[in-house]
Structure formats: structure tokens, C-alpha cells
């Protein structure tokens, strides 16, 4: 064997110990936890310490899990669900419940577009877009995007004891008990014929109602947890804000009721996304945002109503 191929020989050897040694600390990262007596004096707690300090008494997320599972044999869960079934419940989900319905001024969205492109071809094209041109989209595809998110779809119309008929109203996105306790804003950036500023969206009439100016929109973007270079905000179309109004869901299903907010959070963005890939454009969930300026910018106290989620839209680079 000359030095060439003992050297080749040597090099792989030393890759191979190098993979073993990753995937080693890679399982020690994954499945192992270790206690640290120093924690309690510890200033900087990272979410990996945090982890792997079991004796840890700040671990409010586990906490929400288990106060939120459902117990069998739990009366007062029982009797908040039974209640959603009284007449004066039916009758209270079928009153107006628009985003919008305070405003003065409504914009009437045009009809939403066909998206003609199969669901198989969406899921496997969708990405994240991350880095936008700054160009505008026109208003249709802005609409067609927003009812995707939260437009009626489906209607259906039940008789009262009184004889009073009633309609109830429903939207392609799942919600715990019809309750639909997130609210659609968007915060126009770059969108044809609106000017900038944050608009709420009814699904119920399918409009936009101006809400705030182009400085409050301004102070949104600044309220993004990332620089330019890693998404850039400041040159997308549109940033569609969720906003939550947890007790919604709370007053029926009590703690869990909040994890049905989270979930329906994730089901409209599942159909931003698919509808905004349909149409060709490019959009990105982004959690990174700084909550309590973000809750201040657009007016909101954070607790009763307050924004779970954005997702930016735009023209892709």
C-alpha cells in the first residue's frame, strides 16, 4: 500500500470516528436529561438548559399541556359543553360576529379566483418564502387568499322553539364547536388599490374594514424579531395577522379550549399558504415577533384578544 492510499485509508477513518462521535452526542442531546445543582443561580437559562434541568420549576408550557387534558367524569366540563347546546347559544353563533362590523367605512372585496391547481400540486410546491421583490399583488388575489383563511363557505339554517329560523355560518378552516375565535387582520404593504395601513377582514360579507394607518403598520414591522437579510418584511405585500379572542373557545371548553385556538391557528395557515402558492406567490409563518410591542402597535391587550401568529405574502425574489 504506497502513502496515497494509506493516507485516503486514515481520512476515512477519521470521518467514520467523526460520525460516531456527532451521532452520539446527537442521541445524548436527544434523549438524555442531566441535574444541575447551579441551575436555580444560573442568570441565563436557554430553553436547551431548561430542558435538561429536571429539577426546573418554570416549565409553564408542560404545565398548560396537563391542566388542559380532558378528564372523564368532569362535571363542569360537561355542563360548559351542554350549555353550547341551549337555544339562546344557537341563537348567539348565528347573530353577526364580523371582524368588521364596527367600522364605518367597508371595502367590498372582488369575487374570489378559482384556484385551479390540484391539492397534490400545492402541497408538494409550497415552501417558504422568505426574501420578497417588494412588487404589489393585485386585490382579487389578496381577496381569494383571505377567504381561503376565513370566508363562509357553507351556511345552514335551524328552526327555533320559537319558530324564529336562525343561520349559522361556516368557513373551511376547522374550529372547536364553530366558534371561531381568531380573527384575520392584514397589514397592507404592497397590495393594488388599498392604501398601507391594517385592514380587519369580515368572512361573514367577504370585506375589509380600514382599522389603522400606515405609521401603526410601520410600527408592526418593527416589531419583527428577525433582520432583512433572513425574511424580509419590509419588502413583502401583505403580513396577515391572527388575531385570538381565546374566551371564545374558553367559556365551552374551558383550558383545552385553548389548545383549539392553537390548532385552528394552524389550520388557516395551512390554507394561506396552499391558496398563495396556487395563485404564485410566496409566503412564510414567522412566529418571531416581539408579542407585547407587536399587541401594543395594533391596539390590543394581549390577554382577552391578541395576536397568535403572522404569516408574511409577497412576490418571491
Known sequence: MNNEEELLEEKELLEEQAGFEMLGQAIEMNSTRTMSLSFT?????????????????????ETFLVNSRLLRNELESTASML?????PVTKMLSLPRGNAQTSQKKIFLPKRLDLNVFLGDAIVNRKSVRQYTGDDIPLDFLATILFAAGGVTHKATTTLATGEE????????PSGGG???IDLAVMVNNVRGLAKGIYKYDGDQH?????LGADDADAVLRTMAFPEEVISAQRSSAIILLIARPWRS????????MRLVFMESGYISQNIHLSTQALGFGSVDCSGMYDDELNKAIKLDGVFSTV???ILIGCPE
Do not use: Q
Request: net charge positive; charged share 30%.
Open 179 to 181: 366558534l371561531y375565535p
Open 83 to 87: 350549555h353550547y347546546f341551549e337555544e
Open 250 to 257: 374558553m367559556r365551552k371548553y374551558g383550558t383545552r379550549g
Open 308 to 310: 397568535v401568529h403572522s
Open 41 to 61: 443561580s444560573t442568570g441565563l437559562r436557554t430553553s436547551e438548559l431548561k430542558y435538561r434541568c429536571i429539577n426546573a420549576d418554570d416549565r409553564l408550557a
Open 207 to 211: 370585506i375589509l374594514a380600514p382599522w
Open 166 to 173: 336562525v343561520e349559522l355560518k361556516f368557513r373551511s378552516p
